[in-house]
């Protein structure tokens, strides 16, 4: 079984969480924060979002605050980077 972290990635994550991460940052800018599930939707909006950034959002829990682009990762279950003390 081969191991799916790549070397220049941290622990927990892949390529491909890291670009879906960055889109969705992208996407955000960091003038939203912190936003509700609405309010990242809206503001993507105001861009050119591609159709999987706007499913990720619309994938989000209503209700439910996030304080930046990790809430949005974990709430999605894309891969974040360990926090390193």
Same mark, same amino acid.
């Given at each position: 079984?081969?191991? *799916?972290?790549?070397?220049? %990635?941290?622990? $927990?994550?892949?390529? $491909?969480? =890291?670009?879906?991460? #960055?889109?969705?940052?992208?996407?955000? $800018? &960091?003038?939203?924060? *912190? #936003?509700?599930?609405?309010?990242? =939707?809206? &503001?993507?909006?105001?861009? %050119? *979002?591609?159709?999987?950034?706007?499913?990720?959002?619309?994938?989000?829990?209503?209700?439910?605050?996030?304080?930046? =682009?990790?809430?949005?990762?974990?709430?999605?279950? =894309?891969?974040?980077?360990?926090?390193?003390?």
């Amino acid at each position: 079984m081969t191991d *799916p972290h790549q070397p220049a %990635t941290s622990p $927990g994550t892949d390529e $491909g969480d =890291i670009e879906r991460r #960055a889109a969705l940052a992208e996407s955000l $800018g &960091k003038e939203v924060w *912190p #936003a509700d599930r609405d309010q990242l =939707i809206a &503001k993507a909006q105001e861009g %050119t *979002p591609s159709d999987r950034v706007l499913a990720d959002l619309r994938r989000l829990p209503a209700g439910e605050q996030f304080e930046n =682009i990790q809430d949005v990762a974990r709430a999605l279950g =894309i891969g974040t980077e360990q926090q390193r003390f």
